[in-house]
C-alpha cells in the first residue's frame, strides 16, 4: 500500500503526543444521536492483543462520541485481509475497517489498515504506516479521521485537541488534552487564576491571561518549547487574546485608554493597533476565517449584545437583537454562522445564529453553558457547563442532536477552546 497524504498529516500530529501520559483525564457521557446513523463494523486488528493499546477500541470510541455511526458488533468475525472478506456475512453493515498491527524493532510498530465497502464490494480507503508504541493512540485517532471522512463527506476531528483551565482550591492548570480527554498535558501551573486560551492557527501556540502579576495580562506560549512571551502588560487590564488567521496578529482587550476596547498587536507585543472606539465596553473578539472581520461584545446598546467590526475599524454592525442577553461569539470555520452564549430567563443556552438569515437557533436545555467555540469541521461546539456541582465540559452537534458531558476526574473545568486541524 501506498504512504499517502495520511502519513504526512501523522507526522506532524506526533510532535504533540511526545511523553504524554496515556490515560484519560476525562470521563465522556453521550447522549443523543444522528438523525441517520451509519453501521459499521471495526474488526479488532490482527496483533493488537499484544499492546497496551488497542486501536480497534480507539476507533470505535471516536466512532461512537460523534453520534453519526452505529457500531456492529462483529460477532466474532475476524477478516484482516480483503481476502478473507465473506460480503455475505455482513448484512446490514454499510462498511467494515479491518486491520493488523505488527511488531518491530526499537519499540515501533506497523500498522496496515482497510476500509471496505460491503454493499459495493470494494475498497474505499487503504493505508500503511509504522510508529512508535506510544504513538498507537495517535494512529488510531488518524484512522478514525479517515473513517469519518469517507463515510459522512467530512473531516474527521479525532486528531485534533482542546485546552481548558482546570481549577482545585486555589491552584490553576492550563491543560492541553486530546479531543476524547486523554494526552492531557499541563501547560502552565498557578496560583492565580488563567483566563481565555486561545490557539493559534497551526496548534503551536497558546495565548492566554494569568495574573501572576497582579492585574490581567496577556502571554503567548509554545507548545514545543514552553517559552513564553509577554504580549500586552499595560496599566489596567489586558485580556481575551484572539489569533488571525494567518497568525500575524491577536487582538486583545485592553483598559490603557479608559474603558475595555479592541486592539491588535503582533504575536510579539509590537505594533500595537485599536479597533473599536466606544465608551462602552468591548470584549472577547474573534476573527472572521477570511480574517477580514471580528466579531466582539459590547454592552454598547444598554446590553451584552454581539456585534461585527471589519479589522480596518470602521462602522461596526449590531447581530443580535432576540432578547436576553448574548456573549462569547465565535465564527463558525466556514464563516456563514457563529455560535454564542445566549442568556435569558436567568438561564445561559448555547446558540448559533446564520448570517444571511439572521436566525437564532438554540441548541441546548440552558443551565450554566458558556465559552462555546466549533470543533475544526463545524460540526460539533465545545463549552463549559456545570453537573453534580463543578465545572465540566460538554459538546453538542451543530444541528442540536448529539450531546456529550466530559467530567474531570478532579477540580473544576473553565474556559475550554477546540484546537485547530494541524497544518498538513
Known amino acids: 500500500m501506498q504512504v499517502t497524504r495520511f502519513l504526512r498529516c501523522f507526522g506532524l500530529l506526533v ?28 474488526v479488532p486488528f490482527a496483533g493488537e492483543e499484544k499492546f497496551a493499546q488497542s486501536i480497534s477500541q480507539v476507533v470505535s470510541a471516536d466512532l461512537a462520541r460523534s453520534g453519526l455511526f452505529r457500531l456492529v458488533d462483529p460477532a466474532g468475525k475476524t477478516p484482516h485481509d ?13 462498511a467494515i475497517a ?18 471496505l465497502d ?23 485517532h488518524r484512522i478514525a479521521d479517515l473513517i469519518y471522512e469517507k463515510l459522512t463527506g467530512d473531516a474527521g476531528v479525532f486528531s485534533t485537541r482542546i485546552v481548558y483551565v482546570n481549577r482545585q482550591g486555589k491552584a490553576n492548570r492550563l491543560v492541553v488534552a486530546d479531543s476524547d480527554g486523554y494526552g492531557e498535558q499541563t501547560v502552565l501551573a498557578t496560583n492565580e487564576p488563567i483566563m481565555s486560551p486561545s490557539w ?13 502579576h497582579g492585574h490581567a495580562v496577556v502571554y503567548v506560549q509554545s507548545l514545543l ?7 500586552a502588560k499595560f496599566p489596567g487590564s489586558n485580556s481575551a487574546p484572539a489569533w488571525s488567521p494567518d497568525g500575524r496578529q ?14 491588535l498587536v503582533r504575536p510579539d507585543g509590537s505594533d500595537l493597533r485599536r479597533i473599536t472606539f466606544s465608551g462602552a465596553i468591548d470584549t472577547e473578539p474573534n476573527f472572521s476565517p477570511d480574517g477580514q472581520y471580528l466579531l466582539f461584545t459590547s454592552d454598547r446598546g444598554g446590553s451584552p449584545q454581539i456585534y461585527r467590526v471589519p479589522v480596518e475599524g470602521r462602522e461596526t454592525e449590531r447581530l443580535t437583537f432576540d432578547g436576553g442577553n448574548n456573549f462569547s461569539p465565535r465564527y463558525s470555520p466556514d464563516g456563514k454562522s457563529f455560535v454564542f452564549a445566549h442568556l435569558t430567563g436567568g438561564r445561559f443556552y448555547i446558540a448559533t445564529q446564520d448570517f444571511e438569515t439572521r436566525q437564532m437557533q438554540l441548541l441546548t436545555e440552558g443551565g450554566w453553558e458558556k465559552k462555546p467555540s466549533f470543533a475544526p469541521n463545524g460540526k460539533l461546539i465545545l463549552f463549559a457547563t456545570e453537573a453534580q456541582g463543578r465545572g465540566i465540559l460538554a459538546t453538542v452537534s451543530s444541528d442540536g442532536r448529539v450531546k456529550q458531558r466530559m467530567f474531570p476526574q478532579a477540580g473544576d473545568i473553565r474556559e475550554p477552546v477546540w484546537g485547530p486541524f494541524l497544518k498538513q
Do not use: C
Not at 250 to 263: K, M
Open 15 to 42: 510532535l504533540f503526543y511526545v511523553a504524554m501520559p496515556a490515560h484519560a483525564a476525562l470521563d465522556i457521557e453521550i447522549i443523543g444521536a444522528g438523525e441517520h446513523q451509519i453501521p459499521v463494523a471495526i
Open 82 to 94: 480483503p481476502r478473507e472478506v465473506a460480503y455475505a456475512d455482513w448484512a446490514g453493515v454499510d
Open 98 to 115: 479491518i486491520g493488523s498491527v505488527e511488531e518491530q524493532v526499537n519499540n515501533r510498530v506497523s500498522v496496515k489498515f482497510r476500509l
Open 118 to 140: 460491503t454493499v459495493k464490494k470494494t475498497e474505499l480507503a487503504g493505508q500503511a504506516v509504522s510508529g512508535r508504541t506510544d504513538q498507537l493512540r495517535a494512529i488510531a
Open 200 to 212: 493559534s492557527p497551526d496548534g503551536s501556540h497558546l495565548a492566554y491571561v494569568t495574573f501572576e
Open 225 to 231: 518549547t514552553s517559552q513564553r512571551i509577554v504580549v
Open 250 to 263: 491577536l487582538a486583545v482587550v485592553l483598559t490603557r485608554d479608559g474603558s475595555s476596547q479592541i486592539y
